[in-house]
């Protein structure tokens, strides 16, 4: 018997007019198998909340795994990029891959709040699309100079080769 249906007989049960109980007996049964049928309710949101816990410990540990394979995989194509460079060889072809190590292009190593506090730029005035263009158009530059062989306080340019699996 569903609750709905239970609610009902019990109303039933009870004169309207002076809230008197007609039937005592079905009442108490009807009672009864309404508490029977909310605990059902209850055990059955107990149930899915252990049913929602042990997935999330599976999801636990499934990232920790990925993790955990992300970060061999990344260690083990560092190791191949190192001996493909101890080699001398930029690129292997074979059917089903290539590997290269394209020609590193230069990137530029500094402290960037020296350089906000050096050029007089109050931060938090400035709104955050303002501070990325400002830093990114004044790292430009000194990389350009950097480039053309010109020292800057602070700064400098590193190459980082990479590996490309394809």
Same mark, same amino acid.
Request: a negative charge.
């Given at each position: 018997?569903?609750? /709905?249906?239970?609610?009902?007989?019990?109303?039933?049960?009870?004169?309207?007019?002076?809230?008197?109980?007609?039937?005592?007996?079905? /009442?108490?049964?009807?009672?009864?198998?309404?508490?029977?049928?909310?605990?059902?309710?209850? #055990?059955?949101?107990?149930? $899915?909340?252990?049913?929602?816990?042990?997935?999330?410990?599976?999801?636990?540990?499934?990232?920790?795994?990925?993790?955990?394979?992300?970060?061999?995989?990344?260690?083990?194509?560092? /190791?191949?990029?190192?001996?493909?460079?101890?080699?001398?060889?930029?690129?292997?072809?074979?059917?089903? =891959?290539?590997?290269?190590?394209?020609?590193?292009?230069?990137?530029?190593?500094?402290?960037?709040?020296?350089?906000?506090?050096?050029?007089?730029?109050?931060?938090?005035?400035?709104?955050?699309? $303002? #501070?990325?263009?400002?830093?990114?158009?004044?790292?430009?530059?000194?990389?350009?100079? =950097?480039?053309?062989?010109?020292?800057?306080?602070?700064?400098?340019?590193?190459?980082?080769?990479?590996?490309?699996?394809?």
């Amino acid at each position: 018997m569903k609750l /709905f249906e239970i609610d009902n007989q019990l109303m039933e049960c009870v004169d309207m007019e002076t809230g008197e109980i007609l039937d005592i007996e079905a /009442f108490e049964n009807l009672s009864l198998a309404r508490e029977d049928k909310l605990t059902g309710i209850a #055990k059955h949101i107990i149930h $899915e909340e252990a049913d929602i816990a042990g997935m999330e410990e599976v999801v636990k540990r499934i990232q920790d795994r990925i993790t955990t394979i992300k970060r061999k995989n990344e260690n083990t194509k560092n /190791f191949l990029k190192e001996r493909m460079e101890y080699y001398g060889l930029t690129k292997i072809e074979a059917p089903e =891959l290539v590997l290269t190590i394209p020609k590193p292009l230069p990137s530029l190593v500094g402290d960037d709040r020296e350089m906000v506090v050096g050029l007089g730029i109050d931060v938090l005035e400035l709104q955050l699309k $303002e #501070k990325k263009s400002i830093m990114a158009e004044i790292k430009k530059d000194i990389k350009e100079k =950097l480039k053309n062989g010109e020292t800057v306080d602070g700064y400098s340019l590193a190459y980082k080769t990479s590996l490309k699996i394809k």
